[in-house]
Structures are given as structure tokens and as C-alpha cells.
């Protein structure tokens, strides 16, 4: 920051009256912030409700902005997004993910997102539907396998962490889809599929922290789990350096439009990391298509798998919901496979999983730091005139809080997929007007332009998720392919199954199920 731009945010404070200093502020988060009793984004949601939709919240000498309008969270996430970064979010992913879209400088993000995105393209979609269902698929014939030797036995159910098995799953889906490597970890383990559970383990327990332990001297060599940590992420790194120096060697130069003439259908490998290797000027030295990869490994994997999980979790509470759905399910595939077609026609259970995504949010909070002062709007709940806030302030978006917002939602706490049909002032923002699967052909899952930012599971502006459609209909796919087949009760109570968070909500001790096969089907 130049000597002007520090002269004219002294002058904006002064002026201002330091009007961060006049925003409500949560007492009781001074507290050890290590210590919380319970999940942190509960806590801000009580706060919310106390302070309003824009409060600080001190931990010790640390202050946080949380936001919970969806006015504000537009005004940081899209009309003024660059006036933000990542704070301590890129501090903590860095070591991960390098220079990957994530925590990326601005330079660098812009460069790549431009090559990024485009990969996520109609074709590519729709050949990654034939991978969602065909992993799936997987997971299904292992289930039925367990469930036939459990008849045999004379029993009629089998218990299962269906937490552990989306886990698996969703793994397997995006290293085939992102760089065409099947960890086939449904069906076994692998030193490859450990290391990437226990880089996600570290960056979890990392994101929980505030302290960068991981930056103190020599931590990487002394600590056992420090040690640890980078052995693990050597093996992964071994791993995708020996992909990428395979799709470079088999590089099929191409642009656009020659891509578009592809059979991707039937093409062998119709990955990402192809499309980054093939692209005409996308060229991208190694380090970087490997930070690109490991990225996209880690933001797509835990987050698709929670989403799952937390839909059977709603589900199981509301067998009449899942009758429902299995009553479309039957109508739509009857006992066929999914398809990128199929997709289009089960409204309900699209529904289900854009209802999953509200009431938990993967992650539940947006991290953003201001690089220059900036003035949040006002006119939201709570208050009328704005904040002021100087630079480097660090700011949580409490997605979880917009998404169960009194203000926003009618009954914000319950589970009713169909509310998103409902064309009603009081749901959503002022002029919500409902989303209609039907006249909406380019936007199968009601979205944050929709909902004008009362509805932001993949956040919105320009560092939007790049993987938003991939991951709907890989959630959608996959529920499809399991309620095709069984019912699906909790084992214990649904309050035994505890929250924990760490970059995504998942629960403590797994999320253990009964299955039974439906009847009728073979
Ligand atoms: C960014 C959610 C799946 C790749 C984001 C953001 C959210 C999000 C909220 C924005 C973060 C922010 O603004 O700070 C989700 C959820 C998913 C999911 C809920 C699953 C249900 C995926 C998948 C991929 C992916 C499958 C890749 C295949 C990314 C990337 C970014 C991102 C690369 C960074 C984009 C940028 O900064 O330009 N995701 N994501 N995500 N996501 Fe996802």
C-alpha cells in the first residue's frame, strides 16, 4: 500500500468517526476461541440474532467483522470483491495449495481462473455424469454385496458411516474427473488415498486454529505431525508430478472449437488436467498445474461429501420427504442408470440437495481481509448507515446465518426442499420470485443470482466455486443411485449424531445408517 492510499484511509476513519468502533460488538467471544463448547458457527448465529446482521466479534486483541445480510455479503463477494483477498484463509492453505485458485495472489488467480473455468465447459459436464454414475455404481454393488452376505446370515439390514463412504466416493469421483486417477478407494486403501486424508486431516485441524503453528521455525522437521504432514504431501505431490508429466507427453494440441468436435462422450480421458495440458496457449509450468490440481482435490472433495452426507441425515428424519423422492426416482430411471438427461427431470431430488446445501453450508463461513478501507452498505436489519472499515480487517460471511436468516426464510430451521418453488415476498430477499425448474433451462439449482445473495452455497462474484455445477449433479447422481436401491434409516438418534467443523460441517462419530433394499428392486 502506497503513502496515498494510507493518507486517504486515515482521512476515511477519521471522517467516518472509526465507525467500526460503533458496531455492535460480542461480548461474550472474548472467550478462548479454542475452547468453544460448541461449533463456532452456532455461536455467531446467536450473536447474530442478539447484534444484528453486522457485528465484531473480539477474540483477545482480534477483532472479526461477521457479516449476515445478504446486501453486505453482495457488496464484499461481488461489487467490491477486489478490494478483499483471503486473509487467513490463504494463510492457512498456502502450504497446500501454493498458488493454486484458492489462495492465489491476484495476479496469479486472475491468470489461472481464466484457464480454469472455461474446463468446466457443457461437454465436459456431461461426460463427467457417465464417471459420477459409474463410481456410484460402485459404491451400490458394494452395498448390495455386504447386504447379500448379511442374508445369508438371515439378516435383512446392514449397518454402515455413510460419512465414510460419500468420503470414498467423492474421492474417487474427483480424481477421475480432475486428473483422470481412480484411487478406487471404495473398494481398498492405498498409500496415496491415506496421504490425502491426512493432508485434509491437517488443514482441518489448521482452519480451526488461529495461531499458525505451522509457521514456527523448524515445526516441519521437529513436530512428529509436522513431519508427518509433509511426507504426505510429498506422496501426493509424487502422485499428480507423474500425472501431469503423462498428460504432457501424450499432449494433443487443440483450441475451442476443435474441442467441441471431441467425442467426449467416448473419449478415454476426458479429465481437467487434459483440457490444461491440450488448450492452446493455457500453457502452465508444472508447479503450477500441480497447485491447480491439488486444489481442486481438496475444495471438491469434503465439500460434495458433506453435502451427502447431510441430505440422507435430513432425509432419514423425513421418511415421507424420501418416499417422495424415491416415488421420482422410480418415475424418472425406474431401475436404469443415471444420466446427464436424467438429471434434468428429477426436480424433487435437485431440490433435496440445494435444501441440504442451505441448512449446511460446506464450509459455513466466507473468509475475506480488506486491502484498502471500504464502506459496507447499509440500509440492511439491524442497521440503517453502514460501516467503515479499515484496511485489513478480517471478515467472516456467515453463510450459515444467511441461510437460516429469520428475516430471509420462512421456518429457516426445517427441512422443505419444495420452499424453493414457492413464490413468496417473505422467502429469500425482497422480489424473490421462486425458482421455476421448468423456465429456468440454463439454471437447474436455484442460485445466488436468484435468491439476490440470500442463497450462497458456492459463495458469488468472481471467485464464485468453479465446481458448482460438478458438484450438484455429482450429489444429485449419487442419492439418486442410493435411494434407487434401499431406504435408509439412522442408527441412533438424530441428536447423537454431533456437529464438528473444521473447513466443512461433518459430524463427530460418523454418520451410522441402517440400509435395507427396497422392495421390487434387483
Ligand atoms: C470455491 C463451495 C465443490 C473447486 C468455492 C467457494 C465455495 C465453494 C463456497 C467460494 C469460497 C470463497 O469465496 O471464499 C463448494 C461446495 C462444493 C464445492 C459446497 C460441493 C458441494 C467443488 C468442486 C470443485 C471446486 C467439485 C472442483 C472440481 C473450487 C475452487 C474454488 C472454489 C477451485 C476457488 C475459486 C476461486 O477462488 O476462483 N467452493 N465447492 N469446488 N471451489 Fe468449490
Excluded at 465436459?124 to 456410484?136: G, H, P, Q, R
Excluded at 522437521?221 to 504432514?229: D, T
Excluded at 466455486?465 to 460438478?470: E, K, L, M, N, R
Aim: charged share 25%.
Amino acid at each position: 500500500m502506497n503513502l496515498l492510499d494510507n493518507a486517504r484511509n486515515l482521512l476515511t476513519n477519521f471522517l467516518s468517526g472509526g465507525k467500526i468502533g460503533s458496531m455492535p460488538t460480542a461480548e461474550g467471544a472474548v472467550s478462548d476461541p479454542f475452547g468453544q463448547p460448541q461449533p463456532l458457527f452456532f455461536s455467531l448465529y446467536d450473536w447474530f440474532l442478539e447484534h444484528g446482521s453486522v457485528y465484531k466479534l473480539a477474540f483477545g486483541p482480534k477483532a472479526f467483522v461477521v457479516v449476515s445480510d445478504p446486501i453486505v455479503a453482495r457488496h464484499v463477494l461481488r461489487e467490491n470483491a477486489f478490494s478483499y483477498d483471503k486473509g487467513v484463509l490463504a494463510d492457512i492453505l498456502e502450504p497446500i495449495m501454493g498458488k493454486g485458485l484458492i489462495p492465489a495472489d491476484l495476479e496469479t488467480w486472475k491468470q489461472r481462473r481464466r484457464v480454469i473455468a472455461p474446463g468446466f465447459h457443457a461437454l465436459y459436464l456431461e461426460a463427467m455424469a457417465k464417471v459420477f454414475t459409474d463410481c456410484s455404481e460402485r459404491t451400490m454393488l458394494k452395498f448390495e454385496k455386504l447386504l447379500e452376505e448379511e442374508c445369508s446370515k438371515g439378516g435383512g439390514t446392514i449397518e454402515l458411516d455413510l460419512e465414510a463412504e460419500f468420503s470414498n466416493l467423492a474421492l474417487d469421483i474427483i480424481g477421475l474427473g480432475v486428473f483422470n486417477y481412480d484411487f478406487g478407494s471404495v473398494t481398498k486403501e492405498s498409500p496415496v488415498i491415506k496421504a490425502v486424508y491426512g493432508t485434509l486431516f491437517e488443514a482441518e485441524h489448521r482452519s480451526t486454529f488461529y495461531i499458525p503453528y505451522w509457521k514456527i521455525p523448524l515445526a516441519k522437521w521437529l513436530v512428529p505431525r509436522q513431519r508427518k504432514f509433509q511426507s504426505d504431501l510429498k506422496v501426493i505431490n509424487d502422485c499428480l508430478d507423474g500425472l501431469i508429466i503423462n498428460a504432457k507427453e501424450t499432449r494433443e494440441e487443440t483450441d475451442v472449437e476443435k474441442l467441441q468436435q471431441r467425442d467426449y462422450l467416448n473419449l478415454k480421458d476426458a479429465s481437467l488436467l487434459r483440457f490444461l495440458v491440450d488448450m492452446r496457449g493455457a500453457d502452465a509450468d508444472d508447479r503450477q498445474l500441480r497447485d491447480d490440481l491439488m486444489t481442486m482435490l481438496i475444495a471438491g472433495h469434503e465439500t460434495t461429501a458433506s453435502v451427502l452426507t447431510w441430505a440422507v441425515f435430513l432425509l432419514a428424519q423425513h421418511p415421507s420427504k424420501m418416499k417422495k423422492a424415491q416415488a421420482e426416482i422410480d418415475l424418472v430411471l425406474g431401475q436404469e442408470r443415471t444420466t446427464f438427461e436424467s438429471v434434468k427431470k428429477l426436480v424433487y431430488l435437485r431440490l433435496i440437495v440445494v435444501e441440504s446445501l442451505r441448512l449446511y453450508p460446506q464450509p459455513p463461513l466466507l473468509i475475506r481481509r480488506s486491502l484498502r478501507s471500504d464502506c459496507l452498505p447499509g440500509g440492511y436489519k439491524g442497521d440503517k448507515n453502514g460501516y467503515v472499515i479499515p484496511p485489513g480487517t478480517d471478515i467472516f460471511i456467515s453463510v450459515y446465518n444467511l441461510h437460516r436468516s429469520p428475516y430471509y426464510w420462512d421456518k429457516p430451521d426445517e427441512f422443505e426442499p419444495e420452499r424453493f418453488l414457492e413464490q413468496k415476498e417473505s422467502q429469500g430477499i425482497e422480489g424473490w420470485a421462486g425458482f421455476d425448474p421448468s423456465r429456468s433451462p440454463g439454471a437447474l439449482y436455484p442460485n445466488e443470482v436468484i435468491s439476490d445473495f440470500a442463497f450462497l452455497p458456492f459463495g458469488g462474484g468472481p471467485r464464485k466455486c468453479v465446481g458448482d455445477q460438478f458438484a450438484l449433479m455429482e450429489s444429485t447422481i449419487a442419492l439418486a443411485m442410493l435411494l434407487q436401491k434401499f431406504d435408509i434409516e439412522l442408527q441412533g438418534s438424530p441428536d447423537s449424531v454431533e456437529l464438528v467443523t473444521g473447513a466443512t460441517i461433518h459430524t463427530k462419530n460418523g454418520l451410522w445408517c441402517r440400509l435395507k433394499k427396497r422392495p421390487n428392486v434387483h
